[in-house]
C-alpha cells in the first residue's frame, strides 16, 4: 500500500479545508448583514422591543395600538421562556398609599391615609393571602409578567408577553378621587376561543361580634350590577359564599363605609364570579374579560374605585358608583336629606347641630298633618260612650254595628286613621335618616358634644337610648289614648320596644328621635292648653 494515501495533509485535504474555511466565513457574512440581530441575546431583543411598544403606547396616548410593533416570534419565544423578577413600586399619594406589583401589574397594601377604623387602624383594603394584589391582570389563570415603566408620578405603562402577542397595561391615578383608570390592549390575538383575561379585587373581611348589643348595620358586602340590576349579598362571617353574574359592569367589595370596586367600560360586559372564604377571611371578585382570537384585538377599560364612599366624590365619577351606597327603597328621601344635611354642616361646623335642626325642620313640615292628627284622636275619644251604646244596641248584628258606627264617625267627623297618619308618614322619613345616618360615610367618626364622639356608630353608654324610652313614654301619657282597650294596652310597651331598639342603632339617629319625642311632647302641651282656653 502506498504511504502516501495515508497522509492526512495531502494536496486534496488542504484544499478541501480552505475552500470549507471560506465557505463558513462567507456565508457567517452574508448573514450578519442579513440578519443584524442575530448574535444579539434573546434579553437584549426582547427590552428593545419592549421599549418600542412603551414608546408607541405613549405616542397614542390611549389609543388602540395598532401602529405598534409586535415582537418577533423569536424574541416571544425567549420572552416566554424568561423568567421575570418581581418588581415592587411603593405608590405615596395624599389620600392613600399602595404597591405597585409588576407581576400581575396590581395593588398590594392598599390604606387609606385619612380614615381609620374604630380601633385606630388605617383603613386597608388588601389581604395578606392575596398575591398578586387588586386590579392585578391574570391569564387563564396565571399572573402576566409586566415591565413597568413609570411615566410620572401618577402614570404607569406595563408591557408583557403571551405566545406572541404584545400586551400593554396602563394606569393612571386620580388620588384626590380614590381612582386608578386602567387599559389593558393587544394586537395579533393569538388565544382561543373561550381563553379569558381576570382581574381580581381583594379585601379581607373583618369578623363583627354578634349580640344585641351589637349594630346591626355593620358588616361586609358584595354589590354587583348585573345586566342593569342590583344585586347585593351581606356577607355572613362564618359561611363561605359564591356566585356567578354574566354581565357585570360593576363590582365591590365594602362595608357601609368604604369599597374596593370595578367599574367596568369595556366594548365586551364582563361575567364576574364572587367568593368568599370563611376560613381566611377573604372576599374575592374575579373580572373575566375574553382573550383576543386570531385576527382581533383585546381592549379592557375600567376604574378602580378604592376609597370612601362619598357622595360628592362617587357622583362625580360615575353615578354607577353612587349605587354602591345602600340607601334602600327610600333614597329618593336620603338624597335631599343628605343634602341638607351637609348644608347645616358647613353653617354651623358639626353634625349634632346639623342633626338637631334637620329634626326642627321635619317637624315643622309635618306640623299640621300632627295638629290634625291630635284632633281626630279627641274626636275618637268624645264619641267613645256612643259607640259603646251602639256595640250594646246591636251585639247580634256585626253588619249593623259597623253601620252604625261609619254613620256616628260621619256626622261627628272622626276619622280613626287620622291619629296614626303621622306615624305612618314619619316611616318614611325614619327610614331614610336611618339609612343616611347609618351608610354615609360623611358622619363616620364624628363628634357632637361629651360622650358622643361617633354618630355614626351606637351610643357608648345607652344615654341616649334610655332618654329616648323615657320621653317616649311621657308623650304616651299626656296623648289621647287609642279607643280600643286592647290597642290602648300595647301602646303602652312601645316605649321599651323603642328603648331596646335604639341600643344599636347610630346615635346620631337617636338623636334625632331624642330631639323629635320633645318636640312631640311640647306641641302636646300646647294643643291641650288652647283646647282647655277654648272650653273655657
Known sequence: MDDNNNNFLDKNTLTAIVLSVLVLVGWQSYMGKKYPNAGKSSTATNQEAAQKTIAASSRTQGAAPDAMEPMSQEGAAAEKDQVVAAVTMSLDFP???????????????????????????????????????????????KPLNFKVDRKSEKHFIGVAQVGQQTLVKEMIFDSENYLVSVSLKSINGQAKIGETFETRITSKVLKVKSSMFTPAYE??????????????????????????????????????????????????????????DPEIQMASASVFHPAATQGTQTEIRFDGFMGPKKYDILNSLDPRFVQMINYGMFSILSKPMLSMLKWLHNLFGNWGVAIILLTVFIRLLLLPINVSSLKSMKKMQKIQPQLKVIKEKYKDDPQRVNQETMALMKKEKANPIGGCLPMLLQFPVFLALYSVLGQSVELYKSPFIFWIQDLSYQDPFFVLPVAVGALYFVQMSITPQPADPTQAKVMKFIPILFCFFMITVPSGLTLYFFVNTIFGIGQTFIFQREKQKAAA
Do not use: C, W
Open 219 to 276: 358588616g361586609t358586602e358584595f354589590f354587583t350590577i348585573n345586566d342593569g340590576s342590583e344585586e347585593r349579598e351581606r356577607l355572613d362571617i362564618e359561611t363561605a359564599y359564591s356566585e356567578n353574574f354574566e354581565k357585570s359592569s360593576l363590582t365591590s367589595i365594602g362595608t357601609q363605609y368604604f369599597a374596593v370596586a370595578l367599574n367596568d367600560h369595556s366594548p365586551t360586559i364582563p361575567k364576574t364570579k364572587v367568593t368568599y
Open 95 to 141: 389620600n392613600f398609599e399602595a404597591d405597585l406589583v409588576s407581576t400581575g401589574m396590581g395593588l398590594k397594601n392598599i390604606k387609606l391615609k385619612n380614615y381609620s377604623d374604630r380601633k385606630g387602624q388605617k383603613i386597608e383594603f388588601s389581604h395578606p393571602q392575596e398575591k398578586f394584589g387588586s386590579y392585578a391582570t391574570l391569564y387563564q389563570g
